[in-house]
T-cell receptor
Framework: NAGVTQTPKFQVLKTGQSMTLQCAQD?????MSWYRQDPGMGLRLIHY???????DQGEVPNGYNVSRSTTEDFPLRLLSAAPSQTSVYFC?????????????????FGPGTRLTVT | GQSLEQPSEVTAVEGAIVQINCTYQ??????LSWYQQHDGGAPTFLSY????GLEETGRFSSFLSRSDSYGYLLLQELQMKDSASYFC??????????????FGKGTKLSVKP
C-alpha cells in the first residue's frame, strides 16, 4: 500500500491564482480530512469527509473547497490564493472508528504540501 | 468548543525520562491520542487512550484521567531520534459518528547528548 499520497510536494502561487492540492489513499478509509499547519498553531482542520459524496467544514474552511467523488480521492481547492494561505497542508485518512478496535483510532497522514503565496 | 493545553518546549538529556502533559476542555470526549512529528515530516500516530489508565508501547507510555481532563505522554530511555514535536489530540462530536481529531499546538522536545 502507498498509504496517503499528496501532490505536489511544493508549490508557489501568486495572489489570486487558484489551484488544487491532490490527496489519495489506497486503504479504503471512509474518513478523510485536510489540515493546515502554521508555526506555533498546531494542526487546524479545514474540511473533512465521512464518505464518498459527503463533505463538511472544519475549523478554518474559508477560501477552500473540497469534493469527494470517490472513496480514494479528496482534493482541496484554493479558490483565490492569498498570502495568509501560505502554510503546510496535510491530508489524512482513517477507518471508521470502532470502540472495539483500538487501531481504528489511528489517523494516517500524507507527506504534506508546502505552499507559498506571494 | 475544544481546547488543549500542552507545554511549548521541553528539553531533556539522552537516556532520561520525560513527561509531556496535556489538559483538555471538550464538549464531548472520545479519547486522547498522541502524535509525533519530526521536522519536515508528517505526524505519525503514537498512542490512544479511550479509558482511564496507562497504555504502554515500548519506550512510550500514555496516561489518561478523564475526571481531571488530563493526560500525559511518557518517554523513557530518551534517544536523539526522539527529538521531535509531540501533539495531543481529542475527537470532537462532529465528523459523523467518530468525531474530528482536534490537535493541541504541540510540544517541541529537544534531546541533548
Amino acid at each position: 500500500n502507498a498509504g496517503v499520497t499528496q501532490t505536489p510536494k511544493f508549490q508557489v502561487l501568486k495572489t489570486g491564482q487558484s489551484m488544487t492540492l491532490q490527496c489519495a489513499q489506497d486503504m479504503n478509509h471512509e474518513y478523510m480530512s485536510w489540515y493546515r499547519q502554521d508555526p506555533g498553531m498546531g494542526l487546524r482542520l479545514i474540511h473533512y469527509s465521512v464518505g464518498a459524496g459527503i463533505t463538511d467544514q472544519g475549523e478554518v474552511p474559508n477560501g477552500y473547497n473540497v469534493s469527494r467523488s470517490t472513496t480514494e480521492d479528496f482534493p482541496l481547492r484554493l479558490l483565490s490564493a492569498a498570502p495568509s494561505q501560505t502554510s503546510v497542508y496535510f491530508c489524512a485518512s482513517s477507518l471508521r472508528v470502532s470502540p472495539t478496535r483500538s487501531s481504528s483510532y489511528e489517523q494516517y497522514f500524507g507527506p504534506g504540501t508546502r505552499l507559498t503565496v506571494t | 468548543g475544544q481546547s488543549l493545553e500542552q507545554p511549548s518546549e521541553v528539553t531533556a538529556v539522552e537516556g532520561a525520562i520525560v513527561q509531556i502533559n496535556c489538559t483538555y476542555q471538550t464538549s464531548g470526549f472520545y479519547g486522547l491520542s498522541w502524535y509525533q512529528q519530526h521536522d519536515g515530516g508528517a505526524p505519525t500516530f503514537l498512542s490512544y487512550n479511550g479509558l482511564d489508565g496507562l497504555e504502554e508501547t515500548g519506550r512510550f507510555s500514555s496516561f489518561l484521567s478523564r475526571s481531571d481532563s488530563y493526560g500525559y505522554l511518557l518517554l523513557q530511555e530518551l534517544q536523539m531520534k526522539d527529538s521531535a514535536s509531540y501533539f495531543c489530540a481529542v475527537r470532537d462530536r462532529y465528523g459523523g459518528s467518530q468525531g474530528n481529531l482536534i490537535f493541541g499546538k504541540g510540544t517541541k522536545l529537544s534531546v541533548k547528548p
